[in-house]
């Protein structure tokens, strides 16, 4: 077999794993993955013994320090995994509910039932973990899912699909509702993204690149992941103390993220008394900061005057923008102009344009007097997350085991047609 | 300007609109809402001027008598035109709304606001009132719309989206709001299929062909409308005269649209009563069957064996297959072979088997003992719809105002962060 008639293939299992999944009972799902949960400690051994094969090729062809990292399945991270699987089992079922339902005039009762997506692929890199949380989520969903990981995991992805294997079929259930895609042939990617009778959505994680590319290609709907600008904007009369906190927090927690904060706009009836504090505790904290003409003499040692480029950039790194602004309209064309849709925060205490903001700023999350890290599928309250959709369609911001069904009508009559 | 450039520009405008769409006032929606409703009724005779110069050119063209008539527009259409301004206008706005929150641990407030798509274009063939229907909806919505019709409507269109921006701009609204392509050049459908930085959504209605090359082109996503071949299933025990009456509405109410009946599936225990019935009632109305070996001797003079190519054709016609099965396994295996996903019928007495139909077909609208009919926005009780979506992502099935919105997360906090 080449491998589009490979890609074929698999998507037509994923099909019929997909129809017999739709109907399958909440308790087989959970079974499977709660014995998944138990293989992952059991077969330890199993899993670090395929990924060391994965860390030796990536050794040799060199691969840096971060990528080797992230390549890394640990004993910790396996329990991780199978701490995820019991945490997914003990949600609640989103299949086969009618969430809404009324009556029409003639009698007819119309609802709407949650019902699975279908088929998801997902694209995604390096790290092998996310091939056993993808897996449980869209399992749970009720969705057949091919995965297609970084072709440096292979071994680890194989290794670990095969336990997904063994707990899916002890809970009889299709061992083909979860595919590792078995090869690192590129092309694999080409074809999937044209196999839109077998899939009915394709989600790519990982670089702007991967995901510029599947949009292209892709005949099927796609589920976006693309990158955070995110700002703070410290209103007129906000608490400057807690606003502190807050920009601290959202800026260096974790500044490779997605959820940092890479710009700060302030009014400027605060940029006196508020810029100071930043340079003080962030720029203690090592954040070096690209500052507009009004905020640069108050930012200190580490502050360097903003070129052309900064305004909506992603630093991955503890740097950050800094802008005086006149008024809050100014901060929001800003963030118009420059954000990503992600997650945008504000810093006041005045009610109304708390309100205003969190109405008109287009972003998948609009936090008020809250660090943008919580924009993230825990944090939220969601559980488990399969990513963060910066696209509106389907499903804009976190996405849990919800966000990977849909909804069908559903109409109970006794006889009733149309007149 | 050449194509593309004007394209651009409209993506642009459109993008600005959307912004002040998404924060105006639900009055001043409806405001613009009622002017509209008021200026179709006052300005008929210009609409018509317009509409006469289509139908002249498209009469030396030799148009054919079933799209002559789509695009003409008597004092009715133009009557029903204003009242579904004035229905819309009277709906719920859904914008703004926080529809569920819920409290964190650390205390956050998160919560869910419907919001609009931002900007959606539309691609449409001949029937100009498409162009107020689907312009006032996605006003309703909060949305931008670019609309490009048929080019045989482009007078008419164009005479339409005059009265629009009349009333947009009496409003208070941004005239952008609302778009008509203003060339019937074909260039344009493949530029805006490129705009990806202007466009959230692009929406195609019309042949196949066209859905296909705008789901090839595209690079935002696309809200499919494909066509319907619907089924119905009579069960074993059903009750036969109101399974008749079931599908004879199904089959004849209005032949040509893509919720009337294509195929009828008949359990063996039912077939010898069953068929000769429908013979009578449907074979009267002027209906020829296509039939499979065995219900063939039952359908009377105007059955024929069914070929090869009869399973999951779209007739649109007054033509109906007719299959025998042994069980509604059998059913249920043929509708996910040969159905659209569409609308899917089952005429039952039986709980269970009722649940179990529901449950696992997957179709847009799943009806139990009712007309496949009904899956219609007006008739499901969302009001007004711009089409039916038969793909699963963001939407599946017919589709009203709130389902040309999507939501992001708000967060109210007192200064928490993420420890």
């Not at 589009?4 to 087989?28: D, F, V």
């Not at 959505?201 to 589920?223: D, F, Q, S």
């Not at 009004?294 to 630093?315: F, H, I, K, N």
Request: overall charge negative; some cysteine.
């Amino acid at each position: 077999m080449n491998i589009t008639e490979q890609m074929q293939s698999m998507g037509e299992k994923a099909k019929e794993a997909a129809r017999a999944l739709s109907a399958a009972s909440p308790a087989a799902k959970a079974d499977a993955l709660v014995r998944l949960a138990d293989l992952l400690l059991q077969k330890e051994a199993a899993i670090t013994e395929a990924n060391s094969k994965d860390l030796e090729e990536a050794r040799k062809r060199g691969l840096d320090g971060p990528r080797m990292d992230r390549l890394t399945l640990t004993p910790a991270i396996i329990r991780e995994m199978s701490d995820a699987c019991r945490q997914v089992a003990a949600m609640p079922d989103p299949i086969g509910a009618i969430e809404t339902q009324w009556q029409r005039p003639n009698g007819l009762l119309v609802g709407k039932m949650r019902i699975p997506l279908g088929v998801i692929a997902m694209i995604y890199e390096s790290r092998p973990n996310v091939t056993v949380d993808s897996g449980i989520l869209c399992l749970k969903a009720g969705n057949a899912v091919i995965l297609r990981g970084g072709s440096e995991a292979i071994n680890s992805n194989l290794a670990l699909a095969a336990l997904v294997h063994e707990a899916l079929e002890a809970a009889g259930l299709p061992r083909d509702a979860v595919q590792v895609v078995p090869t690192t042939d590129r092309e694999a990617i080409n074809t999937l993204c044209k196999l839109e009778q077998y899939i009915d959505v394709i989600i790519p994680r990982g670089g702007e690149t991967l995901i510029r590319k599947v949009v292209e290609l892709a005949t099927m709907p796609v589920l976006k992941h693309y990158e955070g600008v995110c700002h703070a904007y410290v209103d007129s009369g906000a608490d400057l103390e807690e606003a502190l906190t807050v920009v601290f927090n959202s800026k260096t927690h974790r500044p490779g993220v997605c959820n940092a904060l890479e710009g700060l706009l302030v009014h400027k009836d605060e940029a006196q008394a508020f810029l100071p504090m930043v340079a003080e505790k962030l720029g203690g904290a090592g954040v070096d900061f690209r500052a507009c003409p009004r905020s640069l003499p108050l930012l200190g040692s580490t502050a360097t005057a903003m070129s052309e480029s900064d305004p909506g950039t992603e630093y991955h790194a503890l740097i950050l923008l800094v802008k005086v602004v006149d008024s809050m309209k100014e901060a929001q064309d800003y963030i118009a102009a420059y954000g990503s849709n992600h997650t945008e925060v504000i810093c006041t205490r005045d009610l109304d344009r708390a309100m205003r903001f969190v109405r008109e700023v287009d972003a998948s999350m609009v936090a008020v007097n809250a660090s943008s890290r919580f924009n993230d599928g825990g944090q939220l309250g969601l559980g488990a997350e399969i990513g963060i959709s910066t696209s509106k369609l389907h499903s804009y911001g976190v996405m849990g085991v919800k966000e990977l069904t849909t909804t069908k009508f559903v109409v109970f009559g006794k006889g009733q047609i149309r007149v």
